[in-house]
């Protein structure tokens, strides 16, 4: 009877054991308590002057809300290496590997869009912050963004073109291996062709690939047809060569880009001559006039003395607090119940003002217009999304 007795008392403390340690082992005790959110961002190669400071910001806004439903918000921050094919399997990699509750990325709509089917497939909740090509969230209920679309972009820059520079005619410089450079050309043409009323309007469209350094051909059939504007929306670092290059061409036509100049390479590049050029932005510290805004930029000046903060590093920011926004008013970290709470986003206000989120995922955003002025970028204006 003792030895009977002995042995039921073993075996159920070998069950209980067992049972803790398969909680235990299996992480759900301290997984409860943390929250993964990937980060996909290109960290090195072409694109890495955009994503280091989209990555600041959003590292930021976690350093100063750590927590939401009372867990541990941590970081998985993976290095797209300016890939396509890499952006996509770095995706894949956060969602099964890392089992991340949701997606903040990529800078860069070349990167964001092949991770696209990725995220609708696996059914994760991602947030970009400065992707603007309409592919990144068009048809995709999981993929949202804080930032305006290169629709109204385009839209910006033709109007711009035409009442502020007083263009008749424009050329295209454009990297035809960047689906936001194509597409945000695109939109200009389609746009400046409208408001002047001639369809002959644009005079040149040429071509260039993402990290060619000699633009001397392009320019030289540019200079040929001689525009009123030129529009060169590309990445920061071929932007500002072919701009540099046409000034040492004696090309002095006005140069109008997109958001992507805005990036501390781009004056760097650039230097003298890319001064007086003029760009879309999505942001100027002018138009700081929220709470958050006013939080951001103490806590950014605190850590960068004497450094202005570059308008991807402010929505890096604004997509991880509305992240967590999204998350607390589902009041859980069911993907499913995230998405939907992304999905009702309204008024959130955040350091880049307020943001709705519309039928597509897309914020209504206004644009801004920046100059380069004595080797820095200056607000010029503001144009309404409404």
């Known amino acids: ?74 970081l998985v921050v993976v290095d797209n290496k300016s890939d396509k094919a890499e952006s996509a399997t770095s995706v894949a990699r956060l969602i099964e590997q890392d089992k ?22 696996a059914k994760v909740p991602a947030l970009g912050a400065t992707c603007t090509n309409p592919q ?25 073109a035409t009442t502020k520079l007083g263009a008749k005619t424009a050329a295209i410089l454009q990297e035809v291996s960047n689906d ?29 690939q993402t990290g060619d350094k000699d633009f001397s051909a392009a320019l030289t059939n540019i200079k040929s047809k001689n525009p009123d504007v030129i529009f ?32 501390p390479d781009f004056l760097s590049v650039g230097g003298a001559e890319v001064e007086g050029v003029t ?46 926004d999204a998350i607390t008013r589902a009041n859980s970290t069911d993907k499913e119940a995230i998405r939907d709470a992304l999905a009702q986003t309204s008024n959130f206000l955040g350091v880049t003002g307020s943001t709705t989120l519309d039928a597509n995922g897309d914020a209504v955003k206004d644009a801004v217009i920046k100059v380069v002025e004595n080797g820095a970028f200056k607000y010029l204006d503001v144009v309404s999304a409404q």
């Open 100 to 121: 991340v509750t949701a997606l903040i990325g990529s800078y860069s709509s070349a990167l964001s869009i092949p991770a696209g089917n990725i995220i609708k497939d």
């Open 279 to 324: 760009f879309s932005a999505f942001f100027d510290k002018n138009m700081a006039t929220t709470e958050e805004a006013a939080k951001f930029f103490e806590e950014y000046e605190k850590r960068h003395p004497g450094q202005e903060a570059a308008a991807a590093t402010a929505l890096g920011y604004d997509a991880y607090i509305l992240l967590l």
């Open 180 to 208: 936001y450079s194509v597409g945000l050309a695109n939109f200009f043409k389609e746009d400046f062709i409208k408001i002047t009323g001639d369809p002959n309007a644009i005079v040149d469209i040429e071509n260039y």
């Open 136 to 160: 990144v969230t068009l048809n995709n209920d999981y993929y949202f963004r804080v930032c305006f679309i290169d629709p109204f972009q385009g839209t910006v820059a033709a109007n711009y």
């Open 1 to 74: 009877m003792k030895r009977t007795m002995a042995m039921l008392l073993s075996a159920l403390m070998s069950i209980s054991i067992f049972s803790g340690c398969q909680s235990s082992s299996g992480g759900d005790a301290s997984a409860s308590d943390v929250i993964k959110i990937g980060v996909f961002q290109p960290l090195t190669g072409d694109y890495a002057g955009g994503g280091e400071i989209e990555v600041e910001g959003i590292r930021l806004a976690n350093e100063l809300y750590p927590e939401v439903l009372g867990k541990k918000v941590e």
């Open 232 to 263: 060169a929306p590309g990445n920061f670092t071929e932007s500002a060569l072919a701009v540099k290059q046409a000034r040492l061409l004696g090309i002095e036509t006005p140069f109008l880009g997109g958001d992507t100049w805005e990036t």
